[in-house]
C-alpha cells in the first residue's frame, strides 16, 4: 500500500505551482514534506486530503484515486490536520474530539487525549485554549478514527519543546503502527530526528518539482542543506 501521484498539475489562477508532479510514498513510514516558502508544501497536503481539487493527474491511495472517494470512505482513511484552525464554535474540548467519528468509544476518546496531553483539558471551551493546547487537542480528534493515511500541516507550530517531541514521538507512533504519515516540516533537524522518508520540494519559475526525496537520514546530509536550503547545520 502506498500513496501515488501521477502527473499532478495545479495552478492557483494563472500561475502554475505544479506541473506534472509524480512520486510514490512509502507505506507505514512517517513522511516529511520540507521546502521553502512557496514551493507548494501545504498545497500538495489539501491536494490530497480532497481540499483542493487536481487539475490534471491523479492521486491513489492503495491503487484507487482519492478523487472518486465518497464522503463516508474518506472521512474512514483520511485524517487532517491544517494550519491556523480557529474554533467556529465554544465547545468544549472533548465534544471536539469526538466529532472526529460517529462510531467511537469513550476509550478511543480517552486514549488520543492523553497521547496528545490535553486530557486535563476536556472540560474546557477551545475558545479558551492557547494556540499549542488547540493544536494538540485537534491532533487527539485526528487519531481517535486511527486514519490509516494522516496528514498534518506544521503540527508543532506553537507547541513548546517538550509539547514538540511529544507530538513528533506521537506521529511516529502511528506511521509504526502500519499507518502512512504525512507532515509538512520546517525544522530540519527534527526531519532528521525523527522522518523515516522525506520529499524535498523546490520553487521554480514554471512550477514547484522535487529536489530530492529518499531516506531522510541520506538526503539531509550537512552539504545538501547547505545546497538547498542556504544554512549550516551546527555539528554535534
Request: hydrophobic share 45%.
Given at each position: 500500500?502506498?500513496?501515488?501521484?501521477?502527473?499532478?498539475?495545479?495552478?492557483?489562477?494563472?500561475?502554475?505551482?505544479?506541473?506534472?508532479?509524480?512520486?510514490?510514498?512509502?507505506?507505514?513510514?512517517?513522511?516529511?514534506?520540507?521546502?521553502?516558502?512557496?514551493?507548494?508544501?501545504?498545497?500538495?497536503?489539501?491536494?490530497?486530503?480532497?481540499?483542493?481539487?487536481?487539475?490534471?493527474?491523479?492521486?491513489?491511495?492503495?491503487?484507487?484515486?482519492?478523487?472518486?472517494?465518497?464522503?463516508?470512505?474518506?472521512?474512514?482513511?483520511?485524517?487532517?490536520?491544517?494550519?491556523?484552525?480557529?474554533?467556529?464554535?465554544?465547545m468544549w474540548v472533548e465534544d471536539v474530539?469526538?466529532?472526529?467519528?460517529?462510531?467511537?468509544?469513550?476509550?478511543?476518546?480517552?486514549?488520543?487525549?492523553?497521547?496528545?496531553?490535553?486530557?486535563?483539558?476536556?472540560?474546557?471551551?477551545?475558545?479558551?485554549?492557547?494556540?499549542?493546547?488547540?493544536?494538540?487537542?485537534?491532533?487527539?480528534?485526528?487519531?481517535?478514527?486511527?486514519?490509516?493515511?494522516?496528514?498534518?500541516?506544521?503540527?508543532?507550530?506553537?507547541?513548546d519543546p517538550r509539547h514538540q517531541v511529544?507530538?513528533?514521538?506521537?506521529?511516529?507512533?502511528?506511521?509504526?503502527?502500519?499507518?502512512?504519515?504525512?507532515?509538512?516540516?520546517?525544522?530540519?533537524?527534527?526531519?532528521?530526528?525523527?522522518?523515516?522518508?522525506?520529499?524535498?520540494?523546490?520553487?521554480?519559475?514554471?512550477?514547484?518539482?522535487?529536489?530530492?526525496?529518499?531516506?531522510?537520514?541520506?538526503?539531509?546530509?550537512?552539504?545538501?542543506?547547505?545546497?538547498?536550503?542556504?544554512?549550516?547545520?551546527?555539528?554535534?
Open positions: 500500500m502506498s500513496l501515488q501521484l501521477h502527473d499532478v498539475h495545479f495552478s492557483y489562477e494563472r500561475a502554475p505551482l505544479f506541473t506534472g508532479l509524480s512520486t510514490t510514498l512509502p507505506h507505514g513510514q512517517l513522511i516529511g514534506i520540507l521546502g521553502e516558502n512557496g514551493s507548494g508544501k501545504s498545497t500538495l497536503l489539501k491536494l490530497v486530503a480532497g481540499i483542493e481539487p487536481v487539475q490534471r493527474g491523479q492521486i491513489c491511495w492503495q491503487g484507487q484515486s482519492v478523487q472518486g472517494w465518497s464522503p463516508e470512505q474518506r472521512a474512514r482513511t483520511l485524517g487532517y490536520l491544517g494550519q491556523n484552525v480557529v474554533p467556529a464554535w465554544s474530539v469526538k466529532l472526529a467519528r460517529v462510531k467511537h468509544s469513550a476509550h478511543a476518546v480517552t486514549e488520543a487525549m492523553a497521547r496528545t496531553d490535553c486530557l486535563h483539558l476536556a472540560q474546557r471551551k477551545v475558545t479558551e485554549l492557547s494556540a499549542g493546547e488547540l493544536q494538540r487537542v485537534l491532533l487527539a480528534r485526528v487519531l481517535v478514527g486511527a486514519p490509516p493515511l494522516l496528514l498534518a500541516d506544521e503540527p508543532t507550530a506553537g507547541l511529544q507530538v513528533m514521538q506521537v506521529l511516529h507512533d502511528h506511521a509504526q503502527a502500519g499507518a502512512t504519515v504525512v507532515v509538512v516540516m520546517h525544522d530540519l533537524i527534527a526531519a532528521q530526528q525523527w522522518c523515516d522518508h522525506v520529499l524535498v520540494l523546490s520553487a521554480q519559475e514554471y512550477g514547484s518539482g522535487i529536489l530530492a526525496e529518499g531516506r531522510a537520514q541520506e538526503v539531509l546530509s550537512p552539504a545538501f542543506i547547505r545546497d538547498a536550503f542556504g544554512v549550516d547545520v551546527p555539528s554535534r
